[in-house]
């Protein structure tokens, strides 16, 4: 089970020789159990970024098969015609980009006041988000969406967005991330008479960038990819975010399936592009979560 | 404690506050009292007592529901935590194109499930599904079709669920191994513990605190599982998938039983909050400190 080890006991020259062949066997055999692998769990990806090249014809051949029997490009342009696909693509970016960036800030001044400050309440307003961090989001479905109604937000960005401003998952995870960095430097600011303001702008939030990152990337996937909300405050495919609107727009007959597939592949190319940029500091972020 | 700090906290909390406040906390405490009215779109809130609560219990369709959401719940959340564990233990291997299988098997988790599961319905179509030819190729019968045969639709969309969040806990137990000192493996290894050994007496215990809060974190995740089923059978065939977020938006958005589906939705909060109390309470008798 640990590989490691076969190569480090190794004594005797000769004895290590043997050792270093069946390590490589053992290695080869890792890789392409690895790689079967890694290919199961990228096979709809890849099947739906073929499928996009394809015509319908094509598409529903039988037998079925992975690769395209001819490449078109077509469907790349026609999902521009053929869906309000621009229009969805910037309500989607919109949508993620504003809650992203808006919950970044008002999250991580919440958890600065909440770690760093002392104040009446405080442990009232942490004991609040950890009630809010175990009940789940679709308990307020229903209120949220009457009073949206309510307030004529329904069907329109606003509306989306604004639930959305600030987030008890962030506080939390900000505030522990705020708790474990050293008291030195903001003291010295404090004593040279700099306001909380400024301490936050220029000592406590530069050091916190890996988190906001990670938190970052986390906000923007959800948001970008999330369903009921956008779902059940959009009351048609054409106002909505691309999850909602491709599934709504894939679920009527007469759709052209190749330009569904188009139009996914465009949504996923930004989350996974996203990813491997910050790949490492949000696999850290992951990797961290439970121990702190 | 000084009043210009509290006064700065505040206003550093004041955004937040007023956000979470308008469009999380009065939601919550709104949907409990909706729960206790008939509220629809026919007609304004008026108080019924617990007759929501007493018509569920009795409901076939919600007692289908939650039944669907126990038994999703739980057969996806022991697959997902035995499968992470066994992909990180060989992902934490070392051999050539590492990185990539490590990425490849998180990729799933950062795409939008419903967009994918739109490929899912292809892949799994009765006529022209790949993997259904594929399936048929090797003695794997679908009947009408994975997602339209009531006793496969379930299995389909717990396949896709296991599929989409299996990456994440695998990354979560990569760093509980790599955590792992690792001269208590070396340790093993000079008493004579072979691979299997070295596993159940060491690697295992040590990671039962990684286990908890992944077992935790998935049941709470499959429990509110919503996004492939409305895009790969709606909640059929026949409600056969119907989980309670599913019978929430069919109730309270297609229905527009708004009494009815916050109802539901705290049998949801209910479930929750038994499910993780029971886990907290069985892995902490069996938590490792090291």
């Given at each position: 089970?640990?590989?490691?080890?076969?190569?480090?006991?190794?004594?005797?020259?000769?004895?290590?020789?043997?050792?270093?062949?069946?390590?490589?066997?053992?290695?080869?055999?890792?890789?392409?159990?690895?790689?079967?692998?890694?290919?199961?769990?990228?096979?709809?990806?890849?099947?739906?970024?073929?499928?996009?090249?394809?015509?319908?014809?094509?598409?529903?051949?039988?037998?079925?098969?992975?690769?395209?029997?001819?490449?078109?490009?077509?469907?790349?342009?026609?999902?521009?015609?053929?869906?309000?696909?621009?229009?969805?693509?910037?309500?989607?970016?919109?949508?993620?980009?504003?809650?992203?960036?808006?919950?970044?800030?008002?999250?991580?001044?919440?958890?600065?006041?909440?770690?760093?400050?002392?104040?009446?309440?405080?442990?009232?307003?942490?004991?609040?988000?950890?009630?809010?961090?175990?009940?789940?989001?679709?308990?307020?479905?229903?209120?949220?969406?009457?009073?949206?109604?309510?307030?004529?937000?329904?069907?329109?960005?606003?509306?989306?967005?604004?639930?959305?401003?600030?987030?008890?998952?962030?506080?939390?995870?900000?505030?522990?991330?705020?708790?474990?960095?050293?008291?030195?430097?903001?003291?010295?600011?404090?004593?040279?008479?700099?306001?909380?303001?400024?301490?936050?702008?220029?000592?406590?939030?530069?050091?916190?960038?890996?988190?906001?990152?990670?938190?970052?990337?986390?906000?923007?996937?959800?948001?970008?990819?999330?369903?009921?909300?956008?779902?059940?405050?959009?009351?048609?495919?054409?106002?909505?975010?691309?999850?909602?609107?491709?599934?709504?727009?894939?679920?009527?007959?007469?759709?052209?399936?190749?330009?569904?597939?188009?139009?996914?592949?465009?949504?996923?190319?930004?989350?996974?592009?996203?990813f491997l940029v910050v790949q490492k500091s949000f696999v850290q972020g992951i990797a961290t979560t439970g121990t702190k | 404690m000084t009043t210009s700090q509290t006064r700065a906290a505040w206003l550093f909390l004041a955004p937040s506050v007023l956000v979470?406040?308008?469009?999380?906390?009065?939601?919550?405490?709104?949907?409990?009292?909706?729960?206790?009215?008939?509220?629809?779109?026919?007609?304004?809130?008026?108080?019924?007592?617990?007759?929501?609560?007493?018509?569920?219990?009795?409901?076939?369709?919600?007692?289908?529901?939650?039944?669907?959401?126990?038994?999703?719940?739980?057969?996806?959340?022991?697959?997902?935590?035995?499968?992470?564990?066994?992909?990180?233990?060989?992902?934490?291997?070392?051999?050539?194109?590492?990185?990539?299988?490590?990425?490849?098997?998180?990729?799933?988790?950062?795409?939008?499930?419903?967009?994918?599961?739109?490929?899912?319905?292809?892949?799994?179509?009765?006529?022209?599904?790949?993997?259904?030819?594929?399936?048929?190729?090797?003695?794997?019968?679908?009947?009408?079709?994975?997602?339209?045969?009531?006793?496969?639709?379930?299995?389909?969309?717990?396949?896709?669920?296991?599929?989409?969040?299996?990456?994440?806990?695998?990354?979560?137990?990569?760093?509980?191994?790599?955590?792992?000192?690792?001269?208590?493996?070396?340790?093993?290894?000079?008493?004579?513990?072979?691979?299997?050994?070295?596993?159940?007496?060491?690697?295992?215990?040590?990671?039962?605190?990684?286990?908890?809060?992944?077992?935790?974190?998935?049941?709470?995740?499959?429990?509110?599982?919503?996004?492939?089923?409305?895009?790969?059978?709606?909640?059929?065939?026949?409600?056969?998938?119907?989980?309670?977020?599913?019978?929430?938006?069919?109730?309270?958005?297609?229905?527009?039983?708004?009494?009815?589906?916050?109802?539901?939705?705290?049998?949801?909060?209910?479930?929750?909050?038994?499910?993780?109390?029971?886990?907290?309470?069985?892995?902490?008798?069996?938590?490792?400190?090291?």
């Open positions: 089970m640990v590989a490691y080890d076969s190569a480090r006991f190794t004594a005797a020259p000769s004895k290590g020789r043997v050792l270093l062949r069946r390590f490589s066997v053992r290695q080869t055999v890792f890789a392409l159990v690895a790689l079967s692998l890694s290919f199961a769990f990228m096979l709809p990806i890849i099947w739906m970024l073929f499928a996009s090249f394809r015509t319908i014809p094509d598409l529903t051949s039988y037998p079925p098969t992975l690769l395209p029997h001819s490449w078109t490009f077509g469907n790349y342009t026609e999902v521009f015609r053929e869906l309000p696909f621009l229009h969805l693509y910037q309500n989607t970016l919109l949508y993620a980009g504003t809650v992203t960036i808006s919950s970044l800030v008002l999250d991580s001044m919440a958890a600065y006041a909440l770690a760093r400050l002392r104040f009446r309440g405080s442990s009232v307003v942490f004991f609040v988000i950890i009630i809010l961090l175990m009940l789940p989001f679709q308990v307020t479905l229903v209120p949220l969406y009457i009073l949206m109604h309510n307030l004529g937000l329904v069907n329109t960005l606003p509306g989306l967005i604004i639930p959305r401003l600030s987030n008890a998952f962030g506080i939390f995870f900000m505030r522990q991330f705020f708790l474990g960095l050293p008291h030195d430097l903001e003291d010295a600011a404090r004593i040279d008479g700099a306001s909380e303001w400024r301490i936050f702008r220029q000592v406590i939030a530069p050091l916190a960038k890996p988190a906001l990152l990670a938190l970052g990337l986390f906000y923007f996937q959800g948001n970008w990819n999330d369903l009921i909300w956008p779902l059940i405050m959009t009351s048609n495919a054409r106002d909505g975010t691309l999850p909602a609107g491709l599934s709504l727009f894939n679920g009527q007959h007469n759709i052209n399936y190749g330009v569904v597939m188009a139009g996914s592949v465009l949504t996923l190319i930004p989350v996974i592009l996203l | 979470l406040g308008t469009f999380v906390v009065y939601p919550i405490g709104r949907a409990l009292y909706l729960s206790f009215t008939d509220y629809s779109l026919l007609r304004p809130a008026r108080w019924i007592g617990t007759k929501n609560y007493s018509a569920i219990v009795s409901d076939p369709a919600a007692r289908n529901a939650i039944k669907n959401t126990l038994l999703y719940a739980a057969v996806t959340t022991i697959a997902s935590v035995a499968l992470a564990l066994i992909i990180a233990l060989l992902l934490n291997q070392r051999f050539p194109f590492r990185s990539i299988a490590r990425s490849a098997v998180f990729i799933p988790f950062i795409v939008s499930l419903s967009i994918v599961s739109i490929a899912w319905s292809y892949l799994l179509d009765p006529d022209i599904g790949l993997l259904t030819y594929w399936g048929s190729k090797v003695g794997i019968s679908a009947g009408q079709g994975f997602l339209v045969n009531p006793n496969l639709a379930m299995v389909s969309v717990i396949v896709v669920g296991i599929w989409k969040y299996l990456g994440f806990y695998v990354v979560m137990y990569l760093a509980a191994l790599q955590s792992i000192p690792r001269d208590l493996q070396e340790a093993a290894v000079m008493d004579g513990a072979g691979p299997v050994r070295r596993f159940f007496n060491v690697t295992w215990p040590l990671l039962s605190n990684q286990t908890m809060l992944v077992a935790i974190i998935a049941t709470i995740t499959n429990v509110q599982a919503f996004d492939q089923i409305f895009v790969l059978t709606q909640g059929g065939p026949f409600f056969r998938t119907e989980t309670l977020v599913v019978m929430i938006y069919r109730v309270g958005f297609q229905n527009l039983q708004f009494g009815y589906a916050a109802a539901l939705s705290y049998v949801l909060v209910l479930i929750l909050m038994i499910v993780s109390l029971v886990q907290v309470a069985y892995f902490r008798r069996k938590a490792v400190q090291y």
